[in-house]
């Protein structure tokens, strides 16, 4: 069968995200989509505004590989996407990308045999504003301290804080407190200060790609982080 252009259109964004924070195996499914990194550290979750597929569920594995596809293919006349369904009709098994003088097959994992949670069970507490003033600073922290993490403190403002291996310190400040969420009970927590070490890369990643995002820490630290109109989770560093 033949996509169309919304449907590719958003696989093609699902992609574009995925690949963005280094997850290499996506499902999207019907009013879901989620995906797990293989260090259980990052991944992609949503179940709002997920439009429905011609086929039931989708498992898309070598992410990289399908984007630089899509790269090709997208900018020639002509372009479809055309894509085969197992004998139930269940699940994609593969696409296949065409545009003018050019066909481009890619095979689509199974999506029962690719692990994502499907609730995320950390609690919202904390909502942050981040700004480009403060990507700034934290892009030139990551470069210049010899460090794979940071870690985010909020005690008489919120900072990110880089240590390198002589225990040398780059903390820059980027908000002046933070707004606490309510919970089902409509209970606020009862202490605005956490501190919570995650991989620097991750959130450099993010924090270019919407730099005015405002973004949600739960009440075990997991990130939850808008991208793309979807929600990127990072799991805090114990």
Do not use: W
Request: with cysteine; proline share 5%.
């Amino acid at each position: 069968m033949k996509l169309d252009k919304d449907t590719i259109d958003y696989i093609f964004n699902v992609v574009k995200t995925g690949d963005i924070v280094n997850v290499d195996n996506i499902i999207i499914e019907p009013n879901m989509v989620r995906s797990m990194d293989e260090a259980r550290t990052v991944g992609l979750f949503t179940n709002e505004n997920v439009p429905d597929m011609p086929f039931n569920s989708i498992g898309i594995t070598r992410i990289h590989d399908l984007l630089a596809r899509f790269s090709i293919a997208m900018k020639r006349d002509d372009f479809t996407i055309e894509v085969t369904t197992d004998p139930d009709g269940v699940y994609a098994t593969k696409l296949v990308l065409k545009a003018s003088k050019l066909k481009i097959d890619y095979r689509c994992g199974e999506p029962g045999k690719i692990a994502a949670p499907k609730v995320l069970h950390d609690v919202e507490c904390f909502r942050l504003q981040l700004t480009e003033d403060a990507v700034d600073l934290y892009q030139k922290g990551n470069s210049a301290m010899s460090t794979d993490e940071v870690s985010m403190v909020s005690n008489d403002g919120v900072s990110f804080e880089f240590t390198d291996l002589n225990h040398d310190i780059y903390k820059c400040n980027f908000a002046d407190t933070v707004v606490p969420i309510p919970n089902d009970e409509g209970k606020v927590p009862s202490s605005l200060k956490f501190a919570h070490r995650y991989p620097a890369k991750t959130l450099m990643s993010l924090f270019k790609n919407n730099p005015t995002a405002e973004f949600t820490i739960g009440q075990k630290g997991m990130m939850r982080f808008p991208l793309n109109d979807m929600t990127v989770f990072v799991l805090p560093r114990v």
